[in-house]
């Protein structure tokens, strides 16, 4: 996987993309991160990358050629085979009017070879670049940044730590939250060990078994394999009940599922 980021801010990303699984994935040689400076595809003495907007408004808007001068030499494949899926490769604007990244788009692009991020600033990008070069826009939540490198590098680490190799156990990546079930999965399935099935993941515990008073759920530690994938199950379901319900819409659950939901509903009542 190869990942291009374009920014006026090049320094920002030289502490988030430094850690943890996305330095792994490039010492291993899974991943590789360029980050590009839009400001050296200027060709003014002041670099400028920005300019007020046609018809007026607040703010200032990043001008399109310091983004298509960058790209170009960067030999990305033309944006009518990126669209067909003839290359795996895309080109993505970070845009407050984007799309909502998802695990589910996460999975997407991890099964690309290269995604070039174009971090949008101030009050957005010139629109032609999302009309003639990009393939598609994403947002990494409702509300308003000041640009769009934090984006970018949520994004890079969402989708380093599903390349394979990238997770030490890769059957972890199947149990997080949002994740849905796998090809051999059942839909709503979840074992003692993996499949979230769309839902938020069951609570963790471990030693020891009784800090300071507050002990572990007794029946983690009964060794009843059945009982612990009932009782994961359930409180998955009590955990996105509460601080997710929406995602219950887009989940198939079982009969046993509905159950459990019905007297949580009750006893919160």
């Not at 839009?38 to 408004?57: A, K, M, N, Y």
């Not at 808007?61 to 983004?67: A, S």
């Not at 507050?214 to 530690?221: I, Q, R, T």
């Amino acid at each position: 996987m190869k990942a291009d980021i374009l920014t006026i801010f090049p320094g920002f990303f030289t502490g988030p993309l430094d850690h943890g699984i996305t330095r792994r994935a490039c010492e291993m040689g899974l991943a590789k991160i360029e980050v590009h400076d839009l400001r050296q595809f200027t060709h003014d003495r002041h670099r400028t990358v920005d300019d007020r907007p046609f018809g007026g408004g607040e703010g200032m808007v990043l001008k399109p050629e310091p983004i298509f001068d960058c790209l170009e030499p960067l030999g990305i494949a033309a944006r009518e085979q990126r669209v067909s899926g003839t290359v795996r490769e895309s080109v993505i604007v970070l845009s407050a009017q984007g799309q909502r990244f998802t695990q589910k788009v996460a999975a997407e692009l991890a099964l690309l070879d290269r995604m070039v991020l174009i971090c949008g600033r101030y009050e957005g990008v010139d629109e032609r670049v999302a009309d003639f070069i990009a393939d598609r826009e994403l947002s990494i939540g409702d509300y308003v940044l000041s640009g769009g490198e934090l984006g970018a590098a949520v994004i890079v680490e969402a989708v380093m730590r599903l390349l394979p190799g990238a997770v030490g156990n890769e059957a972890s990546t199947r149990q997080e939250s949002f994740s849905g079930p796998t090809q051999s999965e059942a839909p709503g399935a979840a074992d003692s060990t993996c499949g979230s099935g769309g839902l938020l993941d069951y609570p963790h515990y471990t030693r020891p078994a009784d800090f300071r008073g507050m002990a572990v759920p007794e029946v983690l530690l009964n060794g009843d394999h059945q009982q612990i994938r009932k009782w994961r199950r359930e409180q998955a379901l009590k955990k996105t009940l509460r601080n997710r319900p929406d995602l219950l819409e887009g989940v198939t659950l079982s009969d046993e599922d509905g159950r459990i939901l019905a007297r949580i509903k009750r006893d919160r009542n």
